[in-house]
């Protein structure tokens, strides 16, 4: 019977003097006989019959799978930083925040015009396929209410945000919500004001930067900075400006800043759609 080919590592055969000296079957040459009597072969009697070959169907590839989202009313953690920058998404029309130190993605904000949509929705991640972290709504100048704001999901959790004018002759609007108690936090009445202070990263002629105030003892807790006019992408850079404060009240102030940021962009391009079609229609008029 004639022998295999062997093969060298140039892909040429072995040379006829360095073929080996003994077969795969130990030092049996007839490998005829070696297959009718496997007790010439080693280990051949104890090899496993061989059923069908496995398919993708049959191979267990998920014994341990648990779901990446777990199910109920549990909503993700939002983390806490000093302070955190708000740059427009690089891949999405929407928002996408950062921690000012790490430079690290935290969540996606998500905006829309859609019916029976929230205006706005906080989600984890770089886009809105994450879970839901908070949620908010803008309503129109005619309605009686000006935001709700939502953290979480949940149907029953919506929050109303209200607006108050002061002044005679400049008018200020500030925006007043409140956080709940809990085990380790008080109740908090916040909001957030329109400031002018140097002292704070602010200028005379910036209109769009707030502090929060913390309603109880007038104390700032934290700054907005808008940077929407470096036309570098960013948006603005909130500074916290006091320790100890729950993620309930980190994750509430930016939902309402962000809410008071986009009814003030959306305002903004009506009264600009307005003039251009003539209407000429002053701020504050029914959108």
Not at 9 to 15: K, Q, S, W
Not at 117 to 131: A, M, N, R, V
Request: with cysteine; charged share 20%; glycine share 8%.
């Amino acid at each position: 019977m004639a022998r295999p080919i062997e093969w060298m590592g140039n892909g040429r055969p072995l040379p006829a003097d360095q073929y080996p000296a003994t077969g795969p079957f130990e030092h049996y040459d007839n490998f005829e006989e070696a297959l009718d009597d496997p007790s010439l072969v080693p280990g051949l009697h104890t090899l496993p019959a061989l059923s069908s070959p496995p398919s993708y169907s049959t191979l267990d590839t998920a014994l341990h799978y648990e779901p990446a989202v777990p199910t109920g009313s549990s909503r993700p953690f939002f983390p806490l930083a000093q302070g955190y920058q708000i740059r427009h998404a690089l891949s999405s029309p929407g928002l996408s925040i950062y921690a000012a130190n790490t430079k690290k993605s935290l969540c996606y904000i998500g905006r829309y015009s859609a019916i029976d949509t929230p205006d706005l929705i906080f989600s984890t991640g770089h886009d809105s396929k994450g879970e839901v972290l908070g949620q908010a709504r803008i309503f129109p100048a005619a309605a009686p209410k000006d935001l709700q704001i939502c953290v979480g999901e949940q149907p029953s959790g919506w929050q109303d945000v209200s607006s108050v004018v002061e002044g005679k002759v400049f008018h200020t609007e500030s925006w007043h919500f409140s956080t709940k108690h809990n085990a380790t936090h008080l109740a908090r009445s916040l909001c957030w004001k329109p400031t002018h202070d140097a002292h704070l990263g602010s200028g005379r002629f910036r209109s769009k930067d707030f502090k929060l105030v913390d309603a109880q003892n007038d104390s700032v807790l934290a700054v907005w900075i808008d940077s929407t006019a470096c036309y570098d992408g960013s948006v603005g850079d909130v500074d916290w400006k006091a320790g100890g404060v729950s993620e309930e009240v980190v994750l509430k102030s930016l939902i309402v800043l962000m809410a008071i940021r986009e009814r003030a962009r959306r305002r903004a391009r009506q009264v600009g759609r307005a003039v251009v079609n003539g209407a000429h229609q002053f701020p504050g008029r029914v959108i």
